[in-house]
């Protein structure tokens, strides 16, 4: 087991593509366990997911968070996955006292959505760490998910990993399933987005439809985007970045993660 450690804990981003890969082994299911056996033993885990969109902005409470089986069409096998992690009124509250700029609410009915759950089996498959999730406000534009990240940084130096859970190019509609080129603008917007990153020019991907036609078909909605900001918030002058995974499933799904530390 890897021991705690008083350093700042990475923040992590990952693209986490199909419900499926909570089951099924690939090239980045072994990524992710990889990056979780590199990093400290977080106490916590606070988890921004694309699947929980709010009229406000919340934060699981709950002592023992549910296993939301938030899809369908997928094979009975997935719906019979538990991910039995305790939640953390504690750190519910602590979230919504360091937040300023904006009214956190404490919620008792969400849960673990497989934004996140379908992630954190695979890294922490003891299901043995708190966990509490952050919604996405759906009425408040990019800008305001970059800058809440920077808010809640200093969570950072208390043991708690931060993830995001989205992918940086995510078109359903789009989908291939017959081939594994990737479209060219998908690829396009991915590369340009990995080079923004590693730049640190994080004003530009927070503007992103300025990018122009590639973010218009890689974003066509931007909940699964939206984590990918808010961790790049919590990135510290000089800190590194790296990618920890990378490719294109099915055409038009990134599944590039990302490592602030």
Same mark, same amino acid.
């Given at each position: ?30 990524? =992710? ?18 699947? =929980? ?57 969400? %849960?673990?959505?497989?934004?996140? =759950? ?81 730049? %640190? ?61």
């Amino acid at each position: 087991m890897t021991p705690h450690t008083t350093q700042r804990m990475p923040a992590i981003f990952i693209g986490h593509g199909s419900p499926m890969n909570a089951i099924e082994e690939n090239e980045y299911v072994t990524a =992710w366990r990889d990056v979780a056996a590199s990093i400290p033993r977080p106490k916590a885990i606070l988890c921004i997911s694309a699947h =929980w969109e709010t009229d406000g902005t919340f934060v699981t409470a709950m002592a023992q968070p549910q296993t939301i089986h938030d899809f369908f069409g997928f094979p009975d096998e997935l719906f019979q996955v538990h991910y039995p992690a305790p939640g953390s009124p504690e750190l519910a509250k602590q979230v919504r006292g360091i937040v300023k700029a904006t009214t956190v609410e404490l919620d008792s009915r969400w %849960g673990l959505d497989h934004g996140s =759950w379908s992630v954190l089996r695979r890294m922490y498959p003891e299901a043995d760490i708190p966990i509490v999730q952050l919604s996405l406000n759906r009425t408040e534009q990019p800008r305001f998910h970059y800058e809440l990240g920077r808010e809640l940084a200093v969570l950072r130096s208390e043991e708690v990993l931060i993830l995001g859970s989205g992918n940086i190019v995510h078109n359903l509609r789009m989908l291939q399933w017959h081939t594994r080129e990737p479209y060219p603008w998908a690829s396009g917007f991915d590369k340009a987005a990995a080079e923004l990153i590693t730049s %640190g020019n994080h004003d530009q991907l927070v503007d992103y439809p300025a990018i122009g036609e590639t973010a218009h078909l890689s974003i066509p909605t931007n909940e699964h985007y939206l984590p990918l900001l808010f961790i790049l918030g919590l990135q510290q002058p000089g800190e590194p970045v790296s990618f920890f995974a990378e490719g294109l499933s099915l055409g038009s799904l990134s599944m590039r993660s990302v490592k602030i530390g």
